[in-house]
């Protein structure tokens, strides 16, 4: 499975970006999918994650703001990202797990894209 990120760019706090995930490959509908980002001199944490049938889970921070969503037709999974703060200026990516259970762990996810720049300025 190869994953693509994109979608991401310069935003003012409080505005918006989608994040976009493309994967290859027939199995997609199967494979849970998560968010993660890593800030600058800080470790990889979980954003968001949905199951295959559709199940969803957030990080606390950002619960309320993000949806994570999912398009099996398009082999693709979005993180729309509503009132951006400073703070969640990182490198996001994507990644895929072909057991599905959406996990918080990103030692449970096999397949990761490379990851697309996010940055608010204040």
């Known amino acids: 499975v190869q994953l693509q990120a994109s979608g991401g760019g310069l935003v003012q706090a409080g505005g918006s970006l989608r994040l976009s995930c493309a994967a290859s490959g027939r199995a997609f509908s199967t494979y849970a999918m998560g968010w993660f980002r890593q800030a600058p001199g800080k470790e990889r944490e979980f954003v968001a994650a949905?199951?295959?049938?559709?199940?969803?889970y957030y990080a606390d921070s950002v619960k309320g703001r993000f949806t994570i969503s999912r398009d099996d037709a398009k082999n693709t999974v979005y993180l729309q990202m509503n009132s951006l703060k400073p703070e969640n200026t990182a490198l996001y990516y994507c990644?895929?797990?072909?057991?599905?259970?959406?996990?918080?762990?990103?030692?449970?996810?096999?397949?990761w894209g490379q990851g697309t720049l996010v940055t608010v300025s204040s």
């Open positions: 949905i199951t295959w049938g559709g199940v969803t």
């Open positions: 990644a895929a797990d072909k057991y599905g259970s959406g996990s918080v762990r990103a030692g449970m996810y096999q397949y």
